[in-house]
């Protein structure tokens, strides 16, 4: 839900008490953003001027709710594929101006767009295009992923999140791995793929930096974001106002780094407001994680090379990093054609003790296994095995083949040995 309240931002925090929601900067004509994920906040502030936009799905509502001067008026549109009742006509633009102008004032473009209007974040775009809007979100000019764990399961995770450009995977050492895009907006996809496919004690951070000197970071696990941590951004978080929220994040933070982790200078770190020096380069010596992070967020030429990976369906990113990562972890002779020499050997062997099995049944006529005669599945297990004892065998010579091939070409003249 997004709030639009005609109200200074230290007012706005007052009346919201410890409300999980993110109180934006207040503009020079005097408004402030709210966004929040429930109506608490348009309740807390009774008696305040406001816009809210939210989606009501279960009823097929997009909802404008105006309130002025005490008195509240909601506008309806129909959300997704739902249809509106017969008879029951539109809003219209001159509706949403009428109502939306009483709180936000007069519109700097005339005529907005209702077309293909479905969810609120449609709304909430054509209210930008109409008024002069505070700033709805944090300004991030830059950011990237962190990630804790394998390099190889940070480029499975690139390449589950990439788009049509990519995802660039740098391993900065002590297991941290920074994945990232161009794009701020983009970088939030990157980021909630690598929660998804991290387990419970995985870490992922997304660090960033924005105008005049702000920074934070996002604390992100599962599929949500735990905690947002900004310095010089202009913004509050209710909930977060208190020292005990962020000692909770420190500690936080401190359970899922392997070491020791200097915990009162991270807790100090979390509950300044104000840059001191950098914040992110302390919090990142706190943590333990390389400096040469902080280079690849700020494009320094110092930044380690980066793998660029392509995105494609799931069961081929696996497939492909799996095998890769076996190339790399086995030296050439017992990698794998090695195992796949082990696996069709391994298959012959055992349909071969299949094979005698069956045949000790039908010779006994049931007896071996106290049985009255013999069963068709009995009968059926002949030729499955020696059908299995004939693949693999003709399987390990292949592979044999192929590998002995591959010998005398790497052993061929002008070819280094």
Same mark, same amino acid.
């Given at each position: 839900m997004l709030i639009v309240a005609r109200a200074p931002q230290d007012a706005v925090v007052a009346a919201l008490g410890p409300v999980d929601a993110d109180v934006g900067p207040t503009s020079a004509a005097g408004l402030t953003a709210v966004?929040?994920?429930g109506h608490a906040p348009v309740r807390a502030l009774s008696g305040v001027d406001l816009v809210a936009v939210w989606d009501e799905p279960d009823a097929g509502h997009v909802v404008l709710h105006v309130r002025h001067d005490g008195d509240e008026r909601d506008l309806v549109w129909p959300a997704g594929e739902a249809t509106p009742p017969p008879g029951e006509p539109l809003p219209t633009t001159a509706d949403l101006v009428a109502a939306a102008r009483t709180v936000l004032g007069d519109p700097t473009a005339d005529h907005p767009d209702l077309t293909g209007l479905r969810w609120?974040?449609?709304?909430?775009?054509v209210l930008e295009q109409t008024f002069a809007l505070p700033v709805l979100d944090p300004v991030r000019r830059r950011a990237v992923t962190l990630y804790r764990g394998r390099h190889a399961d940070a480029r499975i995770v690139g390449r589950l999140a990439a788009g049509t450009d990519g995802v660039a995977v740098t391993d900065v050492g002590n297991r941290w791995s920074v994945l990232h895009v161009d794009?701020?907006?983009?970088q939030q996809v990157v980021t909630l793929a690598a929660a998804a496919a991290g387990s419970r004690r995985s870490l992922v951070l997304q660090l960033w930096r924005g105008d005049g000197g702000a920074a934070g970071f996002d604390l992100v696990q599962r599929d949500h974001t735990v905690a947002q941590v900004g310095w010089d951004d202009g913004w509050r978080r209710p909930v977060d106002e208190g020292w005990e929220s962020r000692d909770e994040i420190a500690a936080v933070l401190a359970h899922h780094v392997?070491?020791? $982790? /200097?915990?009162? =200078?991270?807790?100090?770190?979390?509950r300044s407001r104000s840059r001191s020096g950098d914040p992110l380069a302390r919090l990142v010596e706190l943590l333990g994680v390389p400096a040469s992070a902080l280079d690849v967020l700020d494009r320094a030429a110092t930044a380690p090379a980066a793998d660029q990976v392509a995105g494609a369906r799931w069961w081929r990113v696996v497939w492909e990093e799996s095998r890769a990562e076996a190339e790399a972890r086995f030296p050439r002779g017992i990698g794998p054609r090695?195992?796949?020499?082990?696996?069709t050997l391994a298959a012959a062997l055992l349909s071969t003790v299949v094979?005698?099995?069956?045949?000790?049944?039908?010779v006994t006529d049931g007896a071996l296994l106290d049985q009255s005669g013999v069963t068709v599945v009995d009968w059926l297990l002949l030729p499955l095995a020696v059908g299995g004892i004939a693949t693999g065998t003709l399987?390990?010579?292949?592979?044999?083949?192929?590998?002995?091939?591959? $010998? /005398?070409?790497? =052993?061929?003249?002008?070819?280094?040995a």
């Amino acid at each position: 839900m997004l709030i639009v309240a005609r109200a200074p931002q230290d007012a706005v925090v007052a009346a919201l008490g410890p409300v999980d929601a993110d109180v934006g900067p207040t503009s020079a004509a005097g408004l402030t953003a709210v966004w929040s994920s429930g109506h608490a906040p348009v309740r807390a502030l009774s008696g305040v001027d406001l816009v809210a936009v939210w989606d009501e799905p279960d009823a097929g509502h997009v909802v404008l709710h105006v309130r002025h001067d005490g008195d509240e008026r909601d506008l309806v549109w129909p959300a997704g594929e739902a249809t509106p009742p017969p008879g029951e006509p539109l809003p219209t633009t001159a509706d949403l101006v009428a109502a939306a102008r009483t709180v936000l004032g007069d519109p700097t473009a005339d005529h907005p767009d209702l077309t293909g209007l479905r969810w609120a974040h449609d709304l909430t775009t054509v209210l930008e295009q109409t008024f002069a809007l505070p700033v709805l979100d944090p300004v991030r000019r830059r950011a990237v992923t962190l990630y804790r764990g394998r390099h190889a399961d940070a480029r499975i995770v690139g390449r589950l999140a990439a788009g049509t450009d990519g995802v660039a995977v740098t391993d900065v050492g002590n297991r941290w791995s920074v994945l990232h895009v161009d794009e701020p907006e983009a970088q939030q996809v990157v980021t909630l793929a690598a929660a998804a496919a991290g387990s419970r004690r995985s870490l992922v951070l997304q660090l960033w930096r924005g105008d005049g000197g702000a920074a934070g970071f996002d604390l992100v696990q599962r599929d949500h974001t735990v905690a947002q941590v900004g310095w010089d951004d202009g913004w509050r978080r209710p909930v977060d106002e208190g020292w005990e929220s962020r000692d909770e994040i420190a500690a936080v933070l401190a359970h899922h780094v392997d070491g020791d $982790v /200097d915990l009162p =200078a991270l807790r100090a770190l979390l509950r300044s407001r104000s840059r001191s020096g950098d914040p992110l380069a302390r919090l990142v010596e706190l943590l333990g994680v390389p400096a040469s992070a902080l280079d690849v967020l700020d494009r320094a030429a110092t930044a380690p090379a980066a793998d660029q990976v392509a995105g494609a369906r799931w069961w081929r990113v696996v497939w492909e990093e799996s095998r890769a990562e076996a190339e790399a972890r086995f030296p050439r002779g017992i990698g794998p054609r090695w195992f796949q020499l082990t696996v069709t050997l391994a298959a012959a062997l055992l349909s071969t003790v299949v094979l005698l099995f069956a045949l000790a049944v039908v010779v006994t006529d049931g007896a071996l296994l106290d049985q009255s005669g013999v069963t068709v599945v009995d009968w059926l297990l002949l030729p499955l095995a020696v059908g299995g004892i004939a693949t693999g065998t003709l399987g390990h010579r292949q592979v044999r083949r192929r590998r002995l091939a591959e $010998v /005398d070409q790497e =052993a061929a003249p002008g070819n280094p040995a």
